[in-house]
């Protein structure tokens, strides 16, 4: 089983949509959580880090659900520029802080 | 500006050719991580060292070596016995944030990445 999984997509909405990302975890000791942007054969550049409960920052906000395991991404007002592949990243302390990664969820905002 | 370098950004390599890629950071992160990305796949983890002159192996770490001599540096050797060595490699820091008994992993930087290619 995978530490982490996403629903790879690809997700094609139009400007203005809101659109929302899941992320499931397997392991019950990941201690923080992640989403990282990546653009096409780019590096990944973190979008927001999740420590509680969730967080929100503009147009993105981040739930955790520890309980169910999960985690989501809800963008708002989507922008043409929000296209990219959104990844969820999930750190266990497993001999050392490891940090596992989705493969990805692909947006494409359409105008 | 503080960062990490990655170098090269494109390598071509022979086939049975081992080629070591550079990493550099001036954050004065403890933990480095080399991650390699496949087209269509996640990031999946080769070596990683929390702390100068330690690593452990990841989850693919055959057919790959590394060294933590200093803590800015953390390169990998990408071997003759690799057997699918084509692929986008990426190096990452990272620190503890928190105190000590509250202590909780941060974010990962990434460097650019490195482009391999086997001829």
């Known amino acids: 089983r995978k530490e982490v999984e996403q629903d790879p997509g690809p997700f094609n909405v139009p400007e203005g949509a809101t659109v929302a990302f899941n992320c499931t975890y397997s392991?019950?000791?990941?201690?923080?959580f992640f989403w990282y942007r990546q653009d096409c054969r780019k590096e990944p550049k973190l979008l927001m880090s999740?420590?509680?409960s969730g967080n929100e920052d503009g147009r993105f906000t981040a739930q955790l659900n520890r309980a169910s395991q999960y985690i989501s991404l809800l963008i708002r007002d989507s922008k043409l520029s929000d296209s990219a592949t959104y990844l969820c990243?999930?750190?266990?302390?497993?001999?050392?802080?490891?940090?596992?990664f989705g493969t990805g969820t692909s947006l494409t905002v359409i105008p | 500006d503080g960062g990490i370098t990655q170098s090269p950004k494109y390598l071509f390599r022979k086939e049975g050719q081992n080629v070591t890629l550079s990493c550099e950071q001036n954050?004065?992160?403890?933990?480095m991580y080399w991650y390699r990305q496949d087209p269509g796949q996640g990031l999946r983890l080769i070596y990683y060292?929390?702390?100068?002159?330690?690593?452990q192996k990841g989850d693919i770490a055959e057919g790959y070596s590394v060294s933590r001599e200093k803590k800015e540096s953390f390169p990998l050797t990408v071997t003759s016995a690799q057997k699918n060595p084509t692929a986008f490699y990426l190096c990452?820091?990272?620190?503890?944030?928190?105190?000590?008994?509250?202590?909780?992993?941060?974010?990962?930087?990434f460097g650019e990445g490195s482009r391999l290619t086997v001829l």
């Open positions: 990452a820091s990272s620190i503890t944030k928190g105190t000590s008994g509250r202590a909780y992993p941060g974010e990962l930087f």
């Open positions: 999740v420590y509680s």
């Open positions: 392991n019950s000791a990941s201690q923080s």
């Open positions: 990243v999930v750190n266990i302390r497993r001999g050392g802080n490891q940090f596992y």
């Open positions: 954050l004065n992160h403890d933990a």
């Open positions: 060292s929390q702390i100068v002159n330690d690593f």
